[in-house]
């Protein structure tokens, strides 16, 4: 069984308007964010194998910020293809996975995340699902795990095993 984590990039900023859309850094809130995912995802226990994470510095500093709570784990690849792809082409990059690793944390933009979620989700929760559909905000994470190789990963392949957004888990910090 393979495990796929589909993380959309905490908030940006948008205080310095003379930034390319590439180098916006996090806002605060984002920053917040990666606190309460980086507990989420430690809480999971094994690291991804795999994280492919796109060159934009948003989620490039998303990933910086909630890897010390992963400990080690697998190879990280900085992937300029995430960072203007759509679904169809995160779809493809994930098709390139080799069969060595089992758990994939891809960190990239919406509105290919959710679409590629949406896209691969065919069974789970429908709950969940109808969250997804509802809004895949900045620092939310679906997890969705599959069988079979990634070369052979397909629509409507994958299980939708959980959806958590930031402010559910900062509220349940805070419980």
């Given amino acids: 069984m393979r495990k796929l984590l589909l993380l959309r990039h905490a908030k940006?900023?948008?205080d310095d308007t003379s930034l390319d859309d590439h180098d916006r850094?996090?806002?605060?809130?984002?920053?917040?964010a990666t606190v309460a995912i980086a507990g989420h995802l430690a809480a999971l226990?094994?690291?991804?194998?795999?994280?492919?994470?796109?060159?934009?510095?948003r989620t490039v500093e998303t990933w910086k910020r909630i890897a010390p709570a992963l400990g080690?784990?697998?190879?990280?690849?900085?992937?300029?293809?995430?960072?203007?792809a759509g679904?169809?082409?995160?779809?493809?990059?994930?098709?390139e996975v080799?069969?060595?690793?089992?758990?994939?944390?891809?960190?990239?933009?919406?509105?290919?995340?959710?679409?590629?979620t949406l896209t691969l989700v065919g069974s789970g929760d429908t709950r969940l699902r109808r969250r997804?559909?509802?809004?895949?905000?900045?620092?939310?994470?679906?997890?969705m795990c599959f069988d079979g190789t990634w070369a052979d990963l397909r629509g409507g392949a994958g299980e939708l095993t959980a959806f958590v957004?930031?402010?559910?888990?900062?509220?349940?910090e805070g419980a």
């Fill in 12 to 14: 940006s900023s948008w």
């Fill in 25 to 32: 850094p996090l806002a605060a809130r984002g920053r917040r």
């Fill in 45 to 57: 226990g094994r690291p991804p194998d795999l994280v492919l994470c796109s060159t934009a510095r």
């Fill in 72 to 84: 080690p784990g697998g190879a990280v690849e900085l992937d300029e293809r995430i960072y203007a």
């Fill in 87 to 95: 679904a169809v082409q995160l779809l493809r990059r994930l098709r």
């Fill in 98 to 116: 080799g069969d060595e690793s089992s758990r994939v944390l891809l960190i990239g933009h919406n509105p290919a995340i959710e679409d590629l």
């Fill in 132 to 143: 997804v559909a509802k809004k895949y905000p900045t620092g939310a994470l679906a997890t």
């Fill in 165 to 172: 957004r930031p402010k559910d888990l900062e509220r349940a």
